[in-house]
């Protein structure tokens, strides 16, 4: 789900700013703890190849996401001052919520996830799943939480998602709108009038 907002937020700060000025901003970019982000990423990318592999990084993944999450609000607080952070933090920080009061896995509702590849669904019925989802059930904390929402065609892509993905995504689809387009809209504001009359 956070592609969707990169996604849209590239399109729409490359009207607004220009691809030039865009690459140009991204080539600026400096944030406090830059490493973090595609340290964690890569993390994640290594937990989901080998845990299918290896019963004990399956067993102790769930503490390993939690992990993950609160290194990454700590990057994201750093960088608070930052636009649409504030957003992203929020939506990050209710994802980390659900997940920790049921045991470092965010639920799945069977409803939300009908949109999904059947196969998908059939482990997450029957709990085979290896991943940091789990199927909804009664006794699941907060669902209202959980990845809840379903969206299906003509959304571009089939994918359940939670309150905390959305607020997430408004979020980084700000920063990268500013970001590319922040500049511009400063040089025009600082651009000289032009009166027109000839000395």
Not at 35 to 62: G, H, R, Y
Not at 133 to 159: A, C, K, M, N, V
Request: aromatic share 10%; charged share 15%.
């Amino acid at each position: 789900m956070v592609f969707d907002g990169i996604i849209l937020g590239l399109i729409v700060g490359m009207i607004r700013g220009g691809l030039k000025q865009g690459l140009h901003a991204f080539g600026q970019l400096k944030l406090k703890g830059g490493w973090i982000f595609p340290v964690l990423l890569l993390i994640q990318l290594v937990i989901f190849a080998v845990q299918d592999q290896s019963s004990f990084v399956a067993s102790i993944s769930n503490y390993m996401f939690m992990g993950i999450y609160i290194v990454g609000m700590i990057f994201l607080w750093l960088n608070r001052d930052q636009h649409g952070f504030g957003l992203i933090l929020t939506g990050v920080f209710l994802n980390f919520l659900v997940m920790a009061v049921n045991g470092g896995r965010m639920p799945v509702s069977l409803q939300a996830a009908s949109v999904l590849d059947p196969y998908y669904v059939d482990m997450l019925s029957q709990g085979t799943v290896i991943t940091k989802h789990y199927l909804l059930d009664e006794s699941t904390r907060l669902p209202f939480l959980g990845d809840i929402i379903p969206l299906s065609p003509p959304y571009p892509r089939s994918q359940a998602i939670s309150i905390g993905d959305i607020v997430m995504n408004v979020g980084i689809f700000v920063y990268i709108v500013q970001l590319m387009s922040g500049d511009k809209k400063k040089a025009e504001k600082n651009k000289p009038l032009e009166t027109g009359s000839s000395a």
